[in-house]
């Protein structure tokens, strides 16, 4: 059975970090691609970033560029992001997803399970 736990979330000043991380199970987790995305309070469902199964290819939305990085570690079977200098923007539930395939895309079809979020605030 396919599990994906997100942890890492809280409150962080604006120009703060947090690092969030996906602990994945259930299957061969080196063999598909992982996407980090996010909810806003009253907005839709935002891709943040992705990376291709052995992380060789990644992508980043305009609005994280710079201040975010995602990486994976295939011999713990997790997925990271690091935010950096963060914005009261940036708050949000941030979920990790599975891909279908060895890519990491902005489709939200090619995912076909969710870890239950972590809520990121980030407030003076």
């Known amino acids: 059975q396919v599990h994906l736990v997100e942890s890492g979330g809280g409150l962080a000043q604006p120009g703060g970090s947090l690092r969030l991380s996906c602990a994945a199970s259930g299957f061969t987790f080196s063999n598909y691609g992982m996407?980090?995305?996010?909810?806003?309070?009253?907005?839709?469902?935002?891709?943040?970033?992705?990376?291709?199964?052995?992380?060789?290819?990644?992508?980043?939305?305009?609005?994280?560029?710079?201040?975010?990085?995602?990486?994976?570690?295939?011999?713990?079977?997790?997925?990271?992001?690091?935010?950096?200098s963060l914005k009261p923007e940036d708050t949000a539930v941030y979920y990790c997803a599975k891909s279908i395939f060895i890519r990491a895309t902005r489709e939200v079809y090619e995912y076909d399970y969710w870890g239950k979020g972590a809520l990121v605030t980030v407030s003076s």
Do not use: C, H
Not at 41 to 60: C, H, M, N, Q, R
């Open 35 to 84: 996407t980090w995305a996010r909810r806003a309070p009253g907005k839709g469902l935002e891709w943040v970033s992705g990376i291709w199964a052995d992380g060789s290819d990644t992508y980043y939305e305009d609005s994280v560029k710079g201040r975010f990085t995602i990486s994976r570690d295939n011999a713990k079977n997790t997925v990271t992001l690091q935010m950096n």
